[in-house]
């Protein structure tokens, strides 16, 4: 029996049986990968650890499921994605290039202000899911749920607190549009709610999500 996740590209997240999410253990980063992945520079395998401060590539028809910490991500195809911290604790993300969907654990009260940067802004995240990309005229956010502030890195002053249940305020965050707004409304797009369970799940955590739809039936082919 296999377990099959689709995703909005169009590739398959095709997991065996005994591969149907729960939690990893701490001397485990790499959930599934496909395709060419580096770390550091380095071609990864799945037993590659991955700590807080690599740098995590992906190449083309290629992705990887990870944690660090109590944190879990999906990098896609033909993405950069620099992690900030140190051993196991992230502190920040910065999204060179490509498209990144990501579960954060809660921080402690005292502990430093997590925040994920793309091309165009800079997000605070406190005990949220994420998806977003990064291309050079502009990123895209959605707080699919949890609590975000968007910055923008052209304008700081233009800015945005976003709180989201289920995919309740998209946004796109441009360089330089016309009409000088430079956070706007934006569609749901290319994530879904599976691929969040599962990133949770490989935490040790059940998704907000749970609670609307069930995962012990996940659809196919959407």
Known sequence: ARFTIWT??????????GKIPKELPDNKSIFEMQGK??????????NTF???DALVKTGSN??????????????????????QGSNVVETGLNLLSGKLLSVFGKRES??????????????GIRGTGVYAES???????CTCYGHTQIQ??????QSEEIVSTHHDAPRFIFNDPDNKKLIVPAPVFNHTDEELILI?????????ISAIQSYSTPRRGY
């Open 8 to 17: 909005p590209q169009g590739y398959a997240i095709n997991l065996g049986i």
């Open 37 to 46: 992945v580096w770390v550091n520079e380095e071609l990864a395998n799945e």
């Open 50 to 52: 991955i700590k807080a």
């Open 62 to 83: 290629s992705y990887v499921i990870f944690k660090v910490g109590k944190d879990a991500h999906i990098l896609r195809e033909n993405s950069q994605l620099q992690l």
């Open 110 to 123: 005292n502990q430093q202000k997590h925040t994920l940067r793309t091309s165009t802004a800079t997000i």
């Open 135 to 141: 291309d050079s005229d502009k990123s895209y956010l």
């Open 152 to 157: 923008s890195n052209v304008n700081p002053e």
């Open 200 to 208: 949770e799940a490989i935490v040790g955590r059940e998704s907000p």
